[in-house]
């Protein structure tokens, strides 16, 4: 194992050791979750993921993983009009390069949220029923939407989704944070790059 990757952990394991006292301080102490991390790789998000701001952040947020999850691992996922699940979990081991490794010969696309969502939430959650339900859409309109009923399952899943800025489907992500209000999936939307994130502050208040 090289020096660096040495330093690396030691760094992670400080930053977890702040988490643990976070999460004792504010009574969730033991309180263990399913984490996984989605990523945005739309064409815009290029130039973070080249002078290596994805790989810092991701570095930065591993700590909460490790000090939440429930078995060390952490699944990956990337986004753009579809949704790639990474082989590779991600853990304290091969954390160095991780993001490199991750997107090497996979094409970009457009930002699309609500495949993301969906694809963590089936992977997280049991569905017992599903129902029909009209939303309005504007002053004279209004649309049917599918609404699942998802088991509380005894394990929770935290999922951190990593983003640059406005997607392309905001209307459909809604509805999936809607119907995921219903599961025990978690979902901490974090902004990178110098974007404005007012759609990311509007799924706040749903």
Do not use: W
Request: contains cysteine; glycine residues 8%.
């Amino acid at each position: 194992m090289s020096t660096a990757t040495v330093d690396l952990n030691k760094t992670l394991d400080l930053r977890k050791t702040k988490v643990l006292d976070l999460k004792k301080s504010i009574g969730l102490e033991g309180q263990v979750a399913k984490v996984k991390l989605v990523l945005d790789f739309s064409g815009s998000m290029g130039n973070l993921y080249r002078n290596g701001s994805v790989q810092e952040l991701v570095q930065r947020l591993l700590p909460i993983g490790m000090a939440f999850d429930d078995d060390g691992e952490v699944d990956v996922y990337l986004f753009h009009h579809g949704v790639i699940k990474v082989k590779e979990t991600m853990n304290i081991n091969n954390i160095n390069g991780f993001i490199d490794r991750a997107i090497a010969g996979k094409n970009m696309g457009s930002t699309n949220y609500a495949p993301a969502i969906k694809s963590v939430v089936e992977d997280s959650a049991t569905v017992t029923g599903s129902a029909e339900e009209k939303i309005k859409t504007g002053f004279f309109s209004s649309k049917k939407i599918t609404t699942n009923t998802y088991k509380q399952e005894d394990t929770p899943t935290y999922c951190i989704f990593i983003t640059d800025g406005t997607n392309d489907d905001p209307a459909e992500t809604e509805d999936m944070m809607r119907n995921v209000s219903r599961s025990s999936v978690f979902f901490q939307f974090v902004g990178i790059g110098n974007a404005s994130f007012p759609f990311l502050e509007k799924l706040d208040d749903l």
